[in-house]
């Protein structure tokens, strides 16, 4: 499914206790999806099962974002990163997602999970949305896509390093303000 609907700009919500749930197979292709994510995301259970999940990726969403997701899941560990999702009519909506490796019973990777909670909306407009449209201008500067996500790639790890924060650190930084202050001293 190629997600070509035109962008509305509008943004839509879900509750503070609703957590939008998918899992996918090893290649990124939906499994299962529970009722919140088929409700905010428009579609039905039928539209996306089989579907790569990207096809809900938003265009304002930073490709390599989406990079260092990969790279972390695919060592075997969680991620936690903000993220911008477009709905089936061309809406938008933000989360907090949680993501993580499936392992079946010998241990090895045979999927991923994703849980999905609002995001703290200070943190989106203060942080996050700032820090997506620098990486997004340094992607749109190159023709070549996989040129621009890694340039913009190494302009968020050249950030991270600066820092001296893993991409967890300063997502977890931005949740807990004081855990930041607490590393900084």
Partial sequence: MDNQTELTGNEVFFE?????????????KITY?????????????????????????????????????????????????????????????????HVTPSLDSNGQICGYHSNRRIPDPTVLNTDIKPLYRKLLEEEAKHTNIK???????????????????????FIFSLINPKD??????
């Fill in 16 to 28: 503070k206790d609703d957590i939008i749930v998918s899992k996918t197979d090893l290649k990124g």
């Fill in 33 to 97: 999806v529970n009722g919140t994510f088929l409700v905010i995301a428009g579609y039905t259970e039928e539209e996306t099962l089989g579907q790569p999940h990207n096809f809900i990726r938003h265009p304002d969403m930073p490709r390599c974002i989406f990079k260092l997701l990969w790279q972390t899941l695919q060592t075997g560990n969680e991620v936690f990163a903000y993220v911008i999702n477009q709905t089936k009519t061309g809406d938008h909506y933000w989360v907090l997602a």
């Fill in 147 to 169: 040129e621009g996500m890694n340039a913009s790639l190494k302009i968020i790890t050249d950030q991270l390093a600066e820092a001296d924060l893993t991409y967890d650190e």
């Fill in 180 to 185: 930041q202050m607490s590393k900084a001293a």
